[in-house]
């Protein structure tokens, strides 16, 4: 399953950055959509999440900040980050859940922070 994700850059604290990841219809459309991200020298850790009915989570860090959304006429999920932090620096990958797990991977998209 490929899973196309872009958006990543380089932006000034404070500012915004969306992230777009789009998926295959069939797995779209029927599964839970996701991001996470990895910071340098760090684990992966989870940032958002979105169901099928669009029911929405969100990591702590990043309540109020983000906003995950879904597109089915483009098969679509977004990541809106606004008030960006030096620590959100990380690369960033969607996912899909299915089966009980983060089954599919997209490749990562880098986004820098600076202060």
């Known amino acids: 399953v490929q899973l196309q994700a872009s958006g990543g850059g380089l932006v000034q604290a404070g500012g915004s950055l969306r992230l777009s990841c789009a998926a295959p219809?069939?797995?779209?459309?029927?599964?839970?959509m996701g991001w996470y991200r990895r910071a340098p020298g760090k684990q992966r850790e989870f940032v958002a999440s979105?169901?099928?009915?669009?029911?929405?989570h969100y990591a702590d860090s990043v309540k109020g900040r983000f906003t995950i959304s879904r597109d089915p006429a483009t098969n679509t999920v977004y990541l809106q980050m606004n008030n960006l932090i030096p620590e959100d620096t990380a690369d960033y990958y969607c996912?899909?859940?299915?089966?009980?797990?983060?089954?599919?991977w997209g490749q990562g998209t880098l986004v820098t922070v600076s202060s």
């Open positions: 996912a899909v859940y299915s089966y009980n797990t983060w089954r599919y």
């Open positions: 219809g069939s797995i779209f459309s029927g599964n839970t």
């Open positions: 979105i169901s099928t009915i669009s029911s929405t």
